[in-house]
């Protein structure tokens, strides 16, 4: 691979990102059909919260407030999981 000069890396996608703004692709663990969305606190000091959303439509969001951003994606994977091995099929 060609290395090129950071100057024209930029909106090569070669930088590296930040976690929160990584592609799904770039995790390791697959999720496909589903998306996690972490909603953060309307006012500081405020819980987190999270969205499911399959292939883009709004599929479960949680029903309680977590302390953090971390719990909030931990819970909302935890969640994946189980919708991705079928328990909670409707």
Same mark, same amino acid.
């Given at each position: 691979?060609?290395?090129?000069? *950071? ?11 930040? &976690? ?19 909603? *953060? ?8 919260? &999270? ?40």
């Amino acid at each position: 691979m060609r290395h090129l000069h *950071p100057r024209f890396q930029s909106g090569l996608g070669l930088e590296p990102r930040p &976690w929160h703004n990584r592609l799904m692709s770039e995790t390791s663990t697959n999720i496909h059909p589903y998306s996690l969305e972490i909603i *953060p606190p309307k006012a500081d000091g405020g819980s987190y919260q &999270w969205a499911i959303r399959k292939n883009g439509k709004l599929t479960q969001r949680s029903d309680r407030s977590l302390p953090s951003e971390a719990k909030a994606r931990e819970s909302g994977l935890g969640q994946i999981e189980k919708l991705l091995s079928g328990v909670g099929d409707r």
